[in-house]
């Protein structure tokens, strides 16, 4: 982060219910969000085998109104946004011109039921005034944009597993199941807009849902008891870290920051060279990051599988005949795979999959091999 | 054993001492409330019979999910016996801290730390850290 963490951490709607629960709050990002509620490792599987409910209004929503808005976006993120059709939903990045990644996001194309269109960023909440600040900077005086940062006026909330679409099905006036994955929809909830997405970051189906602040006590209700035959639970941060970590998705901070780029990190399907029309883009980072795919890449984000039971954790070095060759940039004990998995960098020679590495945990040197990532994957 | 008849580091470790033909005997284990913190443990590195320890400092380690503990030792001494079959059942953490989820047994030297507590003000340390 570039600023300080606020003195008072903001509160989600949800934070009297989550002390409620008795979950365990921890600061993050300058949140007060709960971590667990009863074990990491029985959030983790009851999100993989059934159904549970993530609070995560701390995520940036920002909303891009007027004409100018596809073109600025354009402009702002690796992928293409204005050939985008309604309803669709894409992950992308924000680069800094020597593109170093400043966040990754998804955005939205939306349409109100008045036929209003425009477009939505989800941020990571560490990012948010940063990427609110660099877009800011970054806007043509002529452009017909106006940002909104919706934030703190809506909750969002993560309904995940294989039971989710099941669980929030009966109570909206959309069919989310004959939705896409990565589609959005605006619809009405007690006659007020909330958007609904298939998209989630635990590697399970399920779907997200962007309502005002005000409904979201009443919502989470009956969220709740449409999901009791399915045994929905909450969930906290520390089960979405081990089921994204599953999953391999990257996290800011760890995973990605501003001087990783995109190809090192794996996420070169998130970088559109050319639109629709297979006319070249004009995107901030293009050029840095044309220049470093010609010249050959350092390092690149793998998947490393251990022996034993202990993990290899963020910061910890990777190793080859004792020299150091990369970094672990997450690990932890898989609740899923019942091993530890970490992500690390390693220097591109020793990027291949099956190749012998050691990781020094705490002052041992434990053997590990690179692996395919995902370390999980859902079925169906 | 019980709780209350044992003595706390302010780092969550128990340790009860026991005079054996003069010579004192500290088993030494980790306080139910640790283990409810830390939940979902996974991995127990215990010492070496044999090791010397040092009141105070580092003796072994435990991991759960989230992160990983330094367990640290409330006597000085020479490691005489650990349980073998506790990291491969740390579930006995859980269900019985104070007795079957012993860790090591120590050959105490010199005098005990002054500054043990109690389990009255073990339990206060608790009540204002949770």
Same mark, same amino acid.
């Given at each position: 982060?570039?600023?300080?963490?606020?003195?008072?951490?903001?509160?989600?709607?949800?934070?009297?219910?989550?002390?409620?629960?008795? *979950?365990?709050?921890?600061?993050?990002? %300058?949140? @007060?969000?709960?971590?667990?509620?009863?074990?990491?490792?029985? #959030?983790?599987?009851?999100?993989?085998?059934?159904?549970?409910?993530?609070?995560?209004?701390?995520?940036?929503?920002?909303?891009?109104?007027?004409?100018?808005?596809?073109?600025?976006?354009?402009?702002?993120?690796?992928?293409?946004?204005?050939?985008?059709?309604?309803?669709?939903?894409?992950?992308?990045?924000?680069?800094?011109?020597?593109?170093?990644?400043?966040?990754?996001?998804?955005?939205?194309?939306? @349409? /109100?039921?008045?036929?209003?269109?425009?477009?939505?960023?989800?941020?990571?909440?560490?990012?948010?005034?940063?990427?609110?600040?660099? !877009?800011?900077?970054?806007?043509?005086?002529?452009?017909?944009?106006?940002?909104?940062?919706?934030?703190?006026?809506?909750?969002?909330?993560?309904?995940?597993?294989?039971?989710?679409? @099941?669980?929030?099905?009966?109570?909206?006036?959309?069919?989310?199941?004959?939705?896409?994955?990565?589609?959005?929809?605006?619809?009405?909830?007690?006659?007020?807009?909330?958007?609904?997405?298939?998209?989630? =970051?635990?590697?399970?189906?399920?779907?997200?849902? !962007?309502?005002?602040?005000?409904?979201?006590?009443?919502?989470?209700?009956?969220?709740?008891?449409?999901?009791?035959?399915?045994?929905?639970?909450?969930?906290?941060?520390?089960?979405?870290?081990?089921?994204?970590?599953?999953? *391999?998705?990257?996290?800011?901070?760890?995973?990605?920051? #501003?001087? !990783?780029?995109?190809?090192?990190? %794996?996420?070169?399907?998130?970088?559109?060279?050319?639109?629709?029309?297979?006319?070249?883009?004009?995107?901030?980072?293009?050029?840095?990051?044309?220049?470093?795919?010609?010249?050959?890449?350092?390092?690149?984000?793998?998947?490393?599988?251990?022996?034993?039971?202990?993990?290899?954790?963020?910061?910890?070095?990777?190793?080859?005949?004792?020299?150091?060759?990369? /970094?672990?940039?997450?690990?932890?004990?898989?609740? /899923?795979?019942?091993?530890?998995?970490?992500?690390? =960098?390693?220097?591109?020679? =020793?990027?291949?999959?099956?190749? #012998?590495?050691?990781?020094?945990?705490?002052?041992?040197?434990?053997?590990?091999?690179?692996?395919?990532?995902?370390? =999980?994957?859902?079925?169906? | 054993?019980?709780? &209350?008849?044992?003595?706390?580091?302010?780092?969550?470790?128990?340790?009860?001492?026991?005079?054996?033909?003069?010579?004192?005997?500290?088993?030494?284990?980790?306080?139910?409330?640790?283990?409810?913190?830390?939940?979902?443990?996974?991995?127990? &590195?215990?010492?070496?019979?044999?090791?010397?320890?040092?009141?105070?400092? &580092?003796?072994?380690?435990?991991?759960?999910?989230?992160?990983?503990?330094?367990?640290?030792?409330?006597?000085?001494?020479?490691?005489?016996?650990?349980?073998?079959?506790?990291?491969?059942?740390?579930?006995?953490?859980?269900?019985?801290?104070?007795?079957?989820?012993?860790?090591?047994?120590?050959?105490?030297?010199?005098?005990?730390?002054?500054?043990?507590?109690?389990?009255?003000?073990?339990?206060?340390?608790?009540?204002?850290?949770?």
């Amino acid at each position: 982060m570039n600023e300080a963490a606020p003195s008072n951490p903001s509160q989600t709607a949800l934070f009297q219910w989550h002390v409620a629960q008795d *979950a365990r709050m921890v600061d993050f990002a %300058g949140w @007060e969000m709960p971590i667990q509620y009863t074990s990491i490792v029985e #959030e983790h599987q009851a999100t993989r085998n059934n159904v549970t409910l993530f609070d995560v209004s701390h995520m940036g929503r920002l909303r891009f109104n007027g004409d100018g808005a596809g073109a600025l976006l354009d402009r702002m993120l690796t992928r293409s946004v204005s050939d985008m059709q309604v309803g669709q939903v894409r992950y992308s990045l924000i680069c800094n011109h020597e593109g170093g990644i400043l966040d990754d996001v998804l955005v939205y194309h939306l @349409e /109100t039921p008045s036929g209003t269109r425009y477009f939505l960023l989800v941020v990571n909440a560490s990012n948010r005034n940063k990427i609110i600040q660099w !877009i800011e900077a970054q806007w043509p005086d002529e452009a017909a944009v106006e940002l909104c940062d919706r934030t703190l006026e809506t909750s969002m909330l993560a309904i995940q597993g294989p039971k989710a679409l @099941e669980t929030v099905e009966p109570l909206l006036s959309i069919q989310v199941s004959g939705m896409k994955y990565f589609h959005a929809k605006v619809t009405n909830q007690m006659n007020k807009p909330c958007i609904v997405s298939r998209t989630g =970051y635990t590697g399970e189906d399920g779907v997200e849902l !962007i309502i005002r602040k005000d409904q979201t006590a009443h919502i989470l209700q009956n969220i709740l008891a449409a999901g009791r035959k399915f045994d929905i639970s909450p969930a906290g941060l520390g089960a979405r870290d081990t089921l994204r970590l599953e999953a *391999a998705m990257p996290l800011y901070g760890h995973e990605l920051n #501003e001087s !990783i780029n995109p190809l090192e990190a %794996g996420l070169g399907f998130a970088v559109s060279w050319q639109d629709g029309q297979g006319n070249d883009r004009d995107f901030i980072g293009r050029d840095a990051l044309a220049d470093l795919q010609s010249a050959g890449l350092q390092k690149r984000r793998v998947g490393l599988q251990l022996e034993g039971r202990r993990a290899a954790r963020e910061g910890y070095s990777v190793l080859r005949a004792g020299q150091p060759i990369g /970094t672990v940039t997450s690990g932890t004990y898989s609740p /899923t795979l019942e091993r530890p998995i970490s992500m690390a =960098y390693v220097d591109l020679q =020793y990027a291949e999959v099956g190749t #012998e590495v050691e990781v020094d945990i705490r002052g041992k040197s434990v053997s590990a091999t690179v692996c395919c990532l995902p370390f =999980y994957k859902r079925t169906g | 054993m019980n709780a &209350e008849a044992l003595l706390y580091c302010d780092t969550h470790e128990w340790v009860f001492v026991t005079d054996e033909d003069g010579q004192q005997i500290a088993t030494v284990g980790i306080s139910a409330f640790a283990v409810e913190q830390l939940t979902d443990l996974v991995y127990m &590195e215990l010492p070496t019979v044999g090791a010397a320890v040092t009141g105070g400092e &580092e003796f072994g380690e435990v991991e759960s999910v989230k992160a990983v503990s330094a367990l640290y030792s409330p006597v000085s001494g020479t490691v005489i016996e650990v349980n073998e079959g506790l990291p491969d059942n740390l579930d006995i953490l859980n269900s019985d801290p104070y007795s079957a989820g012993w860790i090591m047994k120590v050959k105490v030297d010199g005098a005990l730390p002054a500054n043990l507590l109690d389990y009255d003000a073990y339990q206060r340390q608790c009540g204002e850290s949770g």
